[in-house]
Structure formats: structure tokens, C-alpha cells
């Protein structure tokens, strides 16, 4: 089982979320700015979305300045947005275990705080 939290230092967001959620010592924590996800990594989160779309941040300044909304992106643009740059990865992710949590939503928020119950 895995217990791991990626997030950017950064985001003000993110450190809002991580505060909140508390997590103990058992989760790994990865700065992704620091240390960006490599493809296994990226395989992992993959196999828990079953998609590389949801992984992927549309609200960066990247995606938006390069008007990539427009573009028709497929999965492996998506997979390859994500491994050429740490702000494509939607964040913070939370792996708890079998879950999944991915991005900053309140509703996102509340169930990875439900699953740490």
C-alpha cells in the first residue's frame, strides 16, 4: 500500500491543503518543483485515474499561454505535458492507500480528509 502526497511548496494552495489535511508520518511527500515525477511515477498515478487528462493542471500559466484549451490533446500529449514540466501535474495528489485525490476542489479536499479519518 502507498501512502504519498505530490505538491508544490510554492502554491499557496497547496500549503493551505496539506495544513488541513495534517498527514502523519507515514505519507512520503514530494516537492514536485524539486523533484518533478519521473514516467514510472507518472505510471502509478496512471494506473489509479485511469487517465492522464485528469492528472493534468489546465489551469497552469503554461497550458493557458500556450492556448492549449484549443488544441485536440491526446492521452499522450497529456502524459508528455506532464513529464516536460512540474506545473502541468494537477496538484496536490494524495495517494491513501487504494484512493486517489487529485487537484484543489473543495469536494477533493473533503473526501481525502474523510479518507484519513
Same mark, same amino acid.
Request: proline fraction near 4%.
Given at each position: 500500500m502507498m501512502k504519498k502526497v505530490y505538491y508544490l511548496s510554492t502554491c499557496d494552495s497547496n500549503k493551505r491543503i496539506l495544513k488541513e489535511?495534517?498527514? &502523519? +508520518? %507515514? /505519507?512520503? +511527500?514530494? %516537492?514536485? +518543483?524539486? #523533484?518533478?515525477v519521473n514516467e514510472k511515477e507518472l505510471e502509478k498515478l496512471y494506473n489509479y485515474t485511469g487517465n492522464y487528462e485528469n492528472l493534468v493542471n489546465k489551469r497552469s500559466r503554461l497550458?493557458? &499561454?500556450?492556448k492549449l484549451s484549443a488544441k485536440n490533446l491526446t492521452e499522450i500529449d /497529456? +502524459? #508528455?505535458l506532464i513529464l516536460e514540466h512540474y506545473t502541468f501535474l494537477k496538484r496536490p495528489i494524495l495517494i491513501n492507500d487504494d484512493q486517489i485525490f487529485v487537484g484543489n476542489s473543495k469536494s477533493v479536499v473533503a473526501a481525502a480528509l474523510e479518507s484519513l479519518r
Open positions: 489535511l495534517n498527514l &502523519s +508520518k %507515514e /505519507f512520503v +511527500k514530494q %516537492e514536485i +518543483k524539486a #523533484n518533478p497550458y493557458t &499561454s500556450r /497529456f +502524459k #508528455n
